[in-house]
């Protein structure tokens, strides 16, 4: 037996025992339009009607937007102001990448700029700005001593020269007075 006869005779039969429905069975099909079954059909297909109709609306409500597209006066201004910002976009495309690529990396490098080290930079900047000046006093210093260390191995090497000019001309007056006093042998039988 069909579903829905089997659903029929049994909301009949309830009707019946409520007393809502007369008990013969030709008065049933003469109150055919009062029955609850004939309700619940009427009611499946409105659901049905109005499920069809959701069905078909997106596609209506696209079919109006193109409507109210070609209905517009400014049509084809329109029409060229996105034609210009499509090639401005297709212009822009390298630049855009680079800039999608960009934002990627800042992404992946979100956990180590939210590191307690990276949080901590604002405040130990004034101690690498105390270290940094105090290393530019030690340069100072250093390159103060430097200079002294400088002049004097100038100093030094001046007076090392000094000191050897002194004693070449001293090796010389000795080898003078020697030659004096030692006067060197021609054939060594003098």
């Known amino acids: 037996m069909d579903p829905i006869a089997v659903l029929q005779n049994r909301i009949e039969q309830l009707e019946a025992k409520l007393g809502l429905a ?21 009611a499946a297909q409105g659901i049905t009607n109005a499920t ?14 193109e409507l109210n597209n070609y209905t ?14 499509a090639q401005e976009v297709a212009a822009a495309e390298n630049v855009i990448r680079h800039h999608c690529h960009c934002m990627h990396q800042c992404r992946q490098a979100a956990p180590v700029m939210d590191s307690q080290p990276i949080q901590q930079v604002p405040q130990m900047q004034e101690t690498v700005n105390n270290l940094q000046a105090a290393a530019a006093e030690v340069k100072a210093d ?4 430097s200079q002294g260390v400088a002049e004097l191995a100038e100093t030094v090497g001046n007076a090392a020269a000094n000191a050897s000019e002194q004693l070449a ?8 007075v020697e030659e004096k006093k030692f006067p060197r042998r021609r054939n060594g039988l003098d």
Not at 52 to 65: I, N, T
Request: glycine share 4%.
């Open 72 to 85: 517009d006066p400014n049509l084809a201004e329109n029409l060229q102001q996105n034609e210009m910002h």
């Open 52 to 65: 069809v109709g959701h069905e078909k609306l997106p596609e209506a409500m696209h079919l109006a937007s």
């Open 142 to 145: 250093a390159d103060v001593v």
């Open 169 to 176: 001309a001293v090796a010389e007056k000795v080898d003078q």
């Open 22 to 42: 007369p008990n013969a069975p030709e008065n049933i099909h003469q109150h055919h339009g009062d029955s609850a079954t004939t309700n619940l059909l009427h």
